[in-house]
């Protein structure tokens, strides 16, 4: 007997709006890492899709809640894909800063359900999130905020530091010949703030993709930026199945799923835990990663 709860849950893996329903080994290998038992079964309606099969076990949501990723998937990857602010370089502490400071104007608070819905999406895409979801739009138009924010996240940017474990995980990779790159929905002119005092680590990367890039044209969770990504690595367009990425927004994750890319998310522990559920991995930490896990070369060193 089908359980709603348990196809809602499964339901949040995929995104109708870019066909991912449409991969039923995709559905099927995740339903089996979900149950860890290949007899479990589902009843899955879309309107591209039937599948039938019958739940052996009624623990399923438990378990989605710290999802777990087959053996068999892990082995597969072979390039990986670094988001940017917030994974890499230590930067949405300064969105969160400005945007607290400019909504403190209209007396109202910034929290992190807000942050949630506006952190890894392209400027003038979380700039309207920002007016609309505040109920400021009549007084500030997203295009305003954006210029109010400007100055002071000028300042701050080239002051970033790196995030925990990049630096580390990075220069790993790299040296063990793993093809590395970056997709974040940051826009040039601030990738060269952000970036100016971390060159070493940004110059290892085979490619970056940008948020203003011409083939990014809707920002996460649209899985643009990632797939224009895939197709820059050496040699021609990487199977995303191959891609293994690292993201700390919510946003980010959706896009490297409906990219049909594994996904270890490295989340700021404010954000509530209901976004862990679509990554395959969730870590406190880049020091925490496991690379052997994922087939990928393993540390030699000890995490520090
Ligand atoms: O997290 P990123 O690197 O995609 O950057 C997105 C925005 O610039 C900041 O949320
Ligand atoms: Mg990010």
New binding site residues.
């Given amino acids: 007997m089908p359980c709603k709860l348990q196809l809602d849950s499964i339901r949040c893996f995929f995104d109708m709006k870019y066909n991912i329903i449409s991969k039923p080994k995709q559905i099927l290998g995740l339903i089996v890492c979900a149950t860890q038992t290949p007899r479990s079964s589902v009843r899955f309606y879309s309107s591209k899709i039937q599948l039938q099969y019958q739940f052996r076990s009624a623990s399923v949501s438990a378990k989605m809640a710290t999802p777990t990723v087959c053996d068999s998937e892990k082995k597969l990857i072979t390039h990986v894909i670094f988001?940017?602010?917030?994974?890499?370089i230590d930067?949405?502490k300064f969105?969160t800063e400005v945007q607290e400071i400019i909504l403190s104007r209209f007396n109202k608070t910034f929290d992190w359900s807000l942050k949630a819905k506006?952190?890894?999406?392209?400027?003038i895409e979380?700039a309207r999130v920002f007016v609309e979801e505040t109920g400021i739009s009549d007084s500030l138009t997203a295009e305003d905020f954006l210029v109010e924010r400007e100055a002071m996240l000028q300042k701050m940017f080239p002051t970033c530091d790196l995030m925990p474990g990049a630096s580390r995980l990075v220069k790993h990779l790299h040296a063990t010949g793993v093809p590395i790159c970056?997709?974040?929905?940051?826009?040039k002119r601030?990738f060269e703030l952000k970036t100016q005092n971390h060159g070493e680590i940004f110059s290892l990367m085979h490619h970056i993709v940008m948020?203003d890039d011409p083939e990014v044209k809707q920002g996460?969770p649209s899985p643009d930026?990632f797939l224009a990504a895939a197709r820059r690595f050496e040699g021609g367009s990487v199977d995303p199945s191959k891609i293994l990425v690292f993201?700390?927004?919510p946003s980010?994750v959706l896009a490297a799923k409906n990219a049909g890319m594994s996904v270890v998310m490295v989340p700021d522990p404010r954000l509530d835990s209901s976004f862990h559920e679509t990554a395959d991995k969730v870590l406190s930490s880049l020091l925490d990663f496991n690379p052997a896990d994922w087939g990928l070369p393993p540390f030699t060193d000890s995490a520090t």
Wanted: no cysteine; glycine share 16%.
């Fill in positions: 988001d940017m602010d917030g994974l890499l930067t949405e969105y506006m952190m890894g999406k392209k400027a979380a970056v997709a974040t929905g940051s826009h601030h948020g996460k930026v993201e700390d927004a980010g």
